[in-house]
């Protein structure tokens, strides 16, 4: 009888759970939408300004990066027409609303990993379908809670639509039901190399994400044309992904050091080429040489811009195309 | 709440007056973002001797475009061995991808593919890495030791040219009072964990994080030491691997191993005796969850372990816990089942009697393996069996399929089928021969496909004769085995230490900042004020919050208002 209620018990969470990740993804879908209107708008003012006189532009092009001697001998370059500082901040009633939408869905994701988690009996990460689950919601989470330290709401078309689609990829393609746990991944390190590996996953995204407005502002301001309103220069957004991705790179650091210790442990040996560590040592590699990159003169900018962008391409190649497609002793995504 | 103007998160260090600069920055390559930059190009180049090509060869590989282009190099390079098998981590993997493309893998085996990771090529690069880090790493150190014991440079003539400048309002003050001033400065500068220098008791220079190159150098140093434990330490690698059936022992010697790999440098004999008998092995399968009924929950291997001069004791080996015992580690790396087989000869004398570790081949354990006499008999039998724990019953399951399968790993219905050879099994020519294949090209077979007799078919408990009157074969049981893999490797200790400084010099190298901060009495037509700024050096985004908070602890101090 026991047995019989648990398995019931365990079918209702596992349910309930899914119910809650598919209402998230509605609500993910309507913060979408009020953030890529907001974006448009964003957008076409910048275009209005580009239009107007030429004299009532503040064009922040010419940047103190690469100048070297020079450098510190020039000002600060004038704030960025439009950009709202924190603190007297402006924001349009859609970015709002997506706001919103977002903790709203975020609150609905996590109770619903979380279910899942109390479905399993276990951590929510041992499977592709859990680690998705999970991964995004820190990715969200994140987001969230650097909105108390920056405005990022600019991010937010690419962050929900980023997680919207991998939600939407993981429940119909990579859905696995409620299994208990091989022997090879009974270990506390599930718990901590895994969840530190989605926290620098989460980091590396919204760091690319920077990267990308980055490249983009940095076109505009080379042709010109008025910095897109309320997003910063790129030279300011090249130092805040930077900070990010340094913030990343320690946790990817971290999961190196933890997945080796684990792989002594399960597998006898602490590193052994195998197709996952391989692809997380490129990862590795790759933001360590956007480091240097940052570091390194005619590198900071948009080249370094491209290598944080290659990174993060290689971190949702791991994920995606090494966990399904490469032979190795990964093999957990329960598909 | 941060705010970091550009100028503020770039680290020029010219401000600084000529000469002082020099003295104090990081000896960094020379196109690094900090370091001054080269005199104009267009200057003629003198002629070059040998020794300035190499100077100027080694500059070019200690620069950071170099260091650069080699990381992404290796990040490339690094690519194939996740394509193509590797002969380290999946050798069947190899034989199998040689087989699919003969034409390409020769190719691939010429480049050295197949094991990428010890290739010509990929050690090339990160040799050259590696070497370009330490030509980098070496004139750092010795400058970083220098600097530690340096105070800090002069204060600049303007400092309201450097970032984070703030002044207060002006006002008339004695030389007493200024004094009192800048030695206030200078206890505040201390007491913030500042390296201060008073300059005419006019200015107090300060910079702290000196960490923050510490950390930098350990978390390359580290990395070098461990390029160097893997790559030295290598020969002192001890593997071995061991099948063991429940009852059975394995003692750590070289004799008893099935396979090993030693490192160049390591010596059997140097293995401490020890020995190791299987009790018994349990595996846990789901029986409560439909959705993985029957999966894997639980490996465990319990085992008494005797060593000289010590009492015997029971251990138990899991997955995720390898026991250690004897300077070595004893990992549970497989198990599987293997059939207690006993043959006897047409008179009833038992001529092989053992337990036959047969291969898993799905995870319902429907397992291959391969049983040789070769002594007892009128002549040397083969035989290649299947056997099923749990053999698809048609009765209870309903459909079934053709080939006979397993259906559960536990032995629910256990059945063995074998084949039957006779002919030369080739085990008398002196060469090792794989104890789970027989090569069945020169061999004749007797009982099964092909040779118009039905194979056999064993229950435990049961006997039934062998073809053409040679005896008869009985399955007694079947017992659980485990495959070993027991390692010694001595540099893993080494390895995980150098590990934890990269880790902590990477967090002090990246996380704190090292900045210069000045406060400076200026006189200007009879008054008095004070001015504060400071230099990043390195990425430093809140240099210009933390010049803010210490001309506001400074000024109010002194009972001054900052100067919007």
């Known amino acids: 009888m026991i047995e019989v209620h648990e398995a019931v018990t365990q079918a209702t969470l596992v349910t309930d759970s899914l119910v809650s990740i598919y209402s998230a993804m509605f609500v993910y879908a309507l913060a979408f939408i009020f953030f890529t209107y907001d974006l448009a708008k964003r957008m076409s003012q910048a275009k209005q300004l580009s239009a107007a006189p030429a004299d009532a532009l503040v064009v922040s092009g010419k940047s103190a990066r690469g100048a070297g001697k020079t450098a510190v001998l020039d000002r600060p370059s004038p704030p960025p027409v439009g950009f709202d500082e924190p603190g007297k901040t402006r924001r349009s009633v859609a970015a709002r609303l997506g706001m919103i939408f977002t903790v709203m869905a975020w609150l609905l994701h996590v109770g619903g990993t979380v279910l899942r988690g109390v479905a399993a009996g276990r951590v929510p990460w041992a499977n592709m379908f859990e680690f998705t689950l999970t991964a995004t919601a820190i990715i969200i989470g994140v987001f969230l809670v650097m909105q108390f330290w920056q405005d990022l709401q600019f991010l937010g078309a690419y962050v929900t639509g980023f997680v919207l689609v991998f939600l939407g990829v993981a429940t119909t393609n990579f859905y696995v039901d409620v299994v208990p746990l091989p022997p090879a991944l009974q270990s506390y390190w599930l718990v901590i190399h895994v969840f530190v590996a989605s926290l620098g996953t989460g980091f590396y995204g919204l760091g690319a994400a920077l990267s990308v407005v980055q490249l983009v502002q940095a076109r505009r301001e080379a042709r010109g044309l008025v910095a897109i309103r309320a997003v910063p220069t790129a030279e300011r957004l090249e130092s805040l992904a930077y900070r990010l991705i340094v913030v990343g790179f320690v946790f990817w650091t971290f999961t190196l050091i933890a997945g080796s210790i684990w792989a002594e442990h399960a597998w006898g040996r602490y590193w052994g080429w195998d197709t996952k560590e391989v692809w997380t040592f490129i990862v590795w590699v790759i933001f360590a040489g956007y480091i240097h990159a940052r570091a390194t003169r005619g590198w900071r900018g948009s080249r370094s811009a491209i290598l944080s962008i290659i990174g993060f391409s290689a971190v949702l190649f791991n994920f995606t195309i090494v966990n399904l497609y490469f032979h190795g002793l990964h093999s957990y995504s329960g598909l | 709440m941060a705010s970091d103007k550009p100028s503020s998160s770039s680290g020029n260090t010219d401000a600084t007056q000529p000469g002082e600069s020099l003295q104090t920055d990081p000896r960094r390559p020379s196109d690094h973002f900090d370091a001054p930059e080269a005199p104009d190009a267009d200057i003629t180049q003198p002629r070059l001797n040998f020794v300035g090509y190499l100077r100027f060869f080694w500059r070019q590989l200690t620069s950071m475009r170099t260091a650069l282009f080699l990381l992404l190099l290796v990040a490339f390079a690094a690519v194939p061995g996740s394509l193509v098998p590797q002969q380290t981590s999946d050798p069947n993997g190899v034989i199998q991808y040689k087989a699919d493309n003969p034409g390409w893998s020769k190719v691939l085996d010429f480049l050295g593919v197949f094991n990428t990771y010890s290739s010509v090529w990929f050690s090339a690069i990160y040799i050259l890495l590696f070497i370009s880090l330490i030509g980098c790493i070496i004139p750092r150190t010795m400058h970083h030791v220098r600097a530690l014991r340096t105070q800090p440079p002069k204060t600049p003539a303007r400092l309201d040219r450097l970032p984070g400048f703030l002044r207060t309002t002006a006002v008339e003050w004695g030389d007493d009072d200024v004094a009192g001033g800048v030695s206030a400065a200078r206890d505040l500068l201390r007491s913030s964990g500042y390296r201060v220098r008073v300059f005419d008791g006019q200015s107090a220079s300060a910079e702290r994080g000196y960490l923050r190159e510490t950390g930098n150098l350990v978390f390359h140093i580290a990395l070098v030491g461990i390029l160097l434990t893997v790559g030295l330490g290598g020969g002192f690698i001890w593997t071995g691997q061991k099948v063991v059936p429940v009852g059975q022992s394995f003692a750590n010697t070289l004799s008893d191993y099935d396979s090993v790999s030693p490192g160049r440098w390591f010596s059997p004999d140097s293995l401490q005796p020890?020995?190791?008998?299987?009790?018994?092995?349990?595996?846990?399968?789901?029986?409560?969850?439909?959705?993985?009924?029957?999966?894997?929950?639980?490996?465990?291997?319990?085992?008494?372990?005797?060593?000289?001069?010590?009492?015997?004791?029971?251990?138990?080996?899991?997955?995720?816990?390898?026991?250690?015992?004897?300077?070595?580690?004893?990992?549970?790396?497989?198990?599987?089942?293997?059939?207690?087989?006993?043959?006897?000869?047409?008179?009833?004398?038992?001529?092989?009697?053992?337990?036959?570790?047969?291969?898993?081949?799905?995870?319902?354990?429907?397992?291959?393996?391969?049983?040789?006499?070769?002594?007892?008999?009128?002549?040397?039998?083969?035989?290649?069996?299947?056997?099923?724990?749990?053999?698809?019953?048609?009765?209870?399951?309903?459909?079934?399929?053709?080939?006979?399968?397993?259906?559960?790993?536990?032995?629910?219905?256990?059945?063995?089928?074998?084949?039957?050879?006779?002919?030369?099994?080739?085990?008398?020519?002196?060469?090792?021969?794989n104890a789970y294949a027989l090569n069945t090209d020169k061999l004749k077979i007797i009982a099964g496909r092909g040779s118009g007799k039905p194979g056999l078919t064993l229950r435990p408990g049961q006997t039934v004769k062998l073809p053409d009157g040679l005896g008869t074969i009985e399955l007694n049981k079947v017992v659980r085995y485990v495959g070993l893999d027991i390692h010694h490797d001595p540099t893993q200790l080494w390895v995980l230490s150098f590990a934890i400084l990269v880790f902590l010099g990477l967090i002090t190298g990246l996380f704190i900042p090292r900045r210069r901060v000045w406060i400076k009495a200026v006189r200007r037509a009879g008054k008095v004020h004070f001015e504060y700024a400071g230099l990043a050096r390195g990425e430093d985004p809140r240099l210009d919050e933390a010049v803010a908070e210490i001309a506001r602890k400074h000024s109010q101090l002194l009972g001054l208002s900052m100067k919007p």
């Open chain 2, 274 to 433: 020890y020995k190791l008998t299987l009790t018994n092995f349990v595996p846990v399968y789901e029986r409560k969850n439909l959705n993985a009924y029957g999966d894997v929950i639980d490996y465990t291997a319990y085992v008494r372990a005797s060593q000289p001069g010590q009492k015997t004791v029971n251990e138990t080996i899991k997955v995720n816990s390898p026991l250690r015992i004897g300077g070595t580690d004893v990992y549970l790396l497989s198990n599987g089942l293997a059939p207690v087989i006993t043959v006897r000869n047409p008179a009833g004398k038992v001529v092989y009697t053992q337990p036959v570790p047969f291969l898993p081949q799905d995870a319902n354990l429907t397992s291959e393996g391969v049983i040789k006499v070769p002594d007892g008999l009128a002549k040397q039998i083969g035989m290649v069996g299947f056997f099923y724990p749990t053999e698809c019953d048609t009765s209870k399951t309903g459909n079934c399929g053709i080939a006979p399968v397993s259906v559960d790993p536990a032995l629910f219905n256990p059945v063995l089928t074998l084949q039957v050879y006779t002919g030369d099994l080739g085990l008398n020519t002196g060469q090792p021969v």
